[in-house]
Nanobody, 120 residues
Framework: QVQLVESGGGLVQAGGSLRLSCATSGLSFSGYVMAWFRQAPGKEREFLGSVGSAYYADSVKGRFTISVDNAKSTVYLQMNSLKPEDTAVYYC?????????????????WGQGTQVTVSS
């Protein structure tokens, strides 16, 4: 059974940093694509990027970095130079590796989400 558990969210001032963690179980990183999404109130869920890919959403490019610790079965989202518009619930998600997709509907496995609030 695949389980994803995010942690590390909180309240931070603009310009600050946070690192989100996604502890995983029940899957192997070699056979799955792990990604980070976020959803702000009233907005659609936004794909931020995935492990091993150079692609990042324009809104976070150069500020956010996705990494993985295979020994800990954990995926990270390092967020720097945070802005108030980064305020959202952040989710990690997973799907079986295959054809590339950034659509939330193509990811069957999700964590519960962690709230990030950036104050101005």
């Amino acid at each position: 059974q695949v389980q994803l558990v995010e942690s590390g969210g909180g309240l931070v001032q603009a310009g600050g940093s946070l690192r989100l963690s996604c502890a995983t179980s029940g899957l192997s990183f070699s056979g799955y694509v792990m990604a980070w999404f976020r959803q702000a109130p009233g907005k659609e869920r936004e794909f931020l990027g995935s492990v091993g890919s150079a692609y990042y959403a324009d809104s976070v490019k150069g500020r956010f970095t996705i990494s993985v610790d295979n020994a800990k079965s954990t995926v990270y989202l390092q967020m720097n130079s945070l802005k108030p518009e980064d305020t959202a619930v952040y989710y990690c998600a997973g799907r079986v590796a295959g054809v590339y997709s950034s659509r939330a509907s193509d990811f069957p496995f999700w964590g519960q989400g962690t709230q990030v609030t950036v104050s101005s």
